[in-house]
């Protein structure tokens, strides 16, 4: 039981990263945007998040700093694509670059410090339970965030006209345009939100998953929770579902390690990576036959007539 609880709390808190960088994602791709720079983005949000929780010892200063970072190169992105209508792809791509970089001098005077980690919820005699006291009663306030911004999400898509707003712009904008609908003001508000929570899954790396700041943290969970989006066809549900799949397969790889299985380290250390190029092909190519959900505008830049 105990190795039990052990193993659903590791793939909890290996989840919890890329379901927040991931539900951002969803929101701006859901608006016509594809935004290649979320690995930039939670590593800046890392890096600042750690510099924050450090200066201040506030875990919730880090978390508002890797917020407020990752909305900020955001921004740069949505200047780029949207206002000079820069390629997407090009612009999020140059931004991760970018991002590792400002982050690594950024973290630099940071590394060998520690703080202390992100406070667990505590409830009397809940927490205690077998099983599931720890796991649904003692995680810190990131796992629950997550969880409820995903709903949240799906609640403001699926029931609310700003949401029906936001998916008519991501797919027909030219359509959206000629109703009179603020594309590119709206566009630019997706893309800040996924900024913004992107900064807060790469802030949560230091601050609860491991209390202290190491230069690329991060190991490319940014392309991950791209996959993942994708993954989910732009479902917020089955967001959830994929996140903790890929946290399980990233925890699968350390227990198997541990357990002296005859496998190459390297290759079960890729095996996160691996499990999503086999799922991006699959759904590719089931898509192939029966068509897409995806938004048609992904990736190319709108330029509203004059």
């Not at 951002?24 to 690995?39: C, H, I, K, P, Y």
């Not at 590792?100 to 339970?129: K, Q, S």
């Not at 009663?137 to 029906?164: M, P």
């Amino acid at each position: 039981m105990d190795l039990v609880e052990a193993v659903l709390l590791t793939i909890i808190t290996a989840s919890t990263p890329l379901l927040l960088a991931a539900a951002g994602e969803l929101v701006t791709e859901r608006a016509g945007v594809l935004n290649l720079g979320l690995e930039g983005m939670m590593i800046i949000g890392a890096a600042c998040g750690f510099a924050g929780a450090y200066a201040s010892g506030s875990t919730l200063i880090g978390a508002l700093c890797g917020v407020a970072a990752g909305a900020a190169l955001a921004a740069i992105f949505a200047a780029l694509t949207l206002g000079l209508a820069a390629n997407q792809v090009a612009t999020g791509l140059a931004l991760t670059i970018f991002g590792i970089g400002l982050a690594g001098v950024i973290g630099a005077p940071f590394i060998g410090e520690r703080i202390a980690g992100a406070p667990h919820l505590n409830v009397p005699v809940l927490t205690d339970l077998p099983l599931a006291g720890h796991v649904v009663f003692g995680q810190d306030a990131f796992v629950y965030v997550s969880v409820a911004l995903v709903g949240g999400i799906g609640w403001f898509l699926a029931r609310t006209r700003a949401g029906l707003v936001l998916r008519a712009i991501g797919e027909n904008p030219t359509s959206a345009h000629a109703l009179g609908l603020p594309v590119l003001t709206i566009r630019a508000l997706a893309v800040l939100f996924g900024g913004a929570c992107a900064g807060l899954g790469g802030a949560y790396l230091p601050l609860a998953y491991t209390p202290f700041w190491v230069s690329g943290m991060t190991a490319g969970r940014g392309w991950i929770a791209l996959a993942l989006v994708v993954f989910a066809s732009w479902r917020p549900g089955r967001l959830i579902l994929g996140a903790y799949l890929f946290g399980a397969i990233t925890i699968l790889q350390l227990h198997a390690q541990g357990a002296g299985l005859g496998i190459p380290p390297q290759l079960m250390t890729a095996l996160p990576y691996l499990a999503t190029v086999i799922v991006l092909v699959g759904l590719s190519r089931a898509r192939g036959s029966t068509g897409s959900a995806q938004p048609q505008s992904l990736g190319l830049a709108f330029v509203p007539e004059r």
